[in-house]
């Protein structure tokens, strides 16, 4: 298995930084940001990204797509580009904005995937049988939904690192 440059968004929720020690423990290279620009939150990932060696950590508001652009751009220079996203959006976060943080994320890392030739974005959504469609433009990379479903949160996050790794049977 190759190391992966991983950008982790939500990594302030429990799922998250579940994923992001799953990440690490699997030998890829991270860069954990919160989805809120909340102190507490900050601080948490910040001290996440310490202990996991982390490349880099940051807080934005993931509802400001401005805030996003600007984060994808620092983080694939920090990490010397892009293999992979994951998205673990905020727990009790209505679905609907989850996807639009889904979408416009998805457009925003395109440009970085295109540049390596490939990468993957892994979606965490909560509950199960919510499915997303991206437009007809083909894509450099791959998109995969995981589903908390009511499972814990190693399960889904051992579940997340196998997408990343392209393991997983749904890929």
Same mark, same amino acid.
Not at 20 to 39: N, V, Y
Not at 74 to 98: E, I, M, N, S, Y
């Given at each position: 298995?190759?190391? #992966? ?5 939500g ?8 994923t992001? /020690? ?5 030998g !890829?290279? %991270?860069?954990? @940001?919160?989805?809120? &620009?909340? &102190?507490?939150? =900050?601080?948490?990932?910040?001290r996440l990204? /310490?202990?996991?060696? &982390? ?6 508001? =993931? ?5 996003? /652009? ?6 694939? #220079?920090?990490?010397?580009? %892009?293999?992979?996203?994951g998205?673990c $959006? ?6 609907? !904005? ?12 395109d ?19 919510? !499915?997303?469609? *991206?437009?007809?433009? $083909? *894509? ?9 479903? !009511? ?8 579940e997340?690192?196998r997408? @990343? ?6 890929l």
């Amino acid at each position: 298995m190759t190391s #992966k440059r991983v950008l982790l968004l939500g990594a302030e929720t429990e799922i998250g930084a579940e994923t992001a /020690r799953a990440l690490a423990e699997a030998g !890829h290279t %991270l860069a954990l @940001i919160a989805s809120t &620009a909340d &102190a507490e939150a =900050a601080f948490a990932v910040q001290r996440l990204a /310490r202990k996991l060696n &982390a490349t880099t950590s940051q807080a934005i508001d =993931a509802g400001n797509e401005a805030a996003v /652009r600007v984060m994808v751009r620092q983080v694939a #220079k920090a990490l010397g580009g %892009l293999d992979a996203v994951g998205l673990c $959006p905020v727990t009790g976060t209505d679905p609907r !904005h989850a996807f639009q943080t889904s979408n416009v994320l998805s457009r925003l890392v395109d440009k970085e995937f295109r540049k390596a030739g490939s990468g993957i974005l892994v979606q965490v959504f909560p509950g199960e049988g919510y !499915h997303s469609v *991206m437009g007809d433009e $083909p *894509m450099p990379y791959i998109m995969a939904s995981v589903y908390t479903k !009511h499972r814990p949160n190693t399960e889904v996050a051992a579940e997340v690192v196998r997408a @990343i790794e392209c393991e997983s049977p749904a890929l």
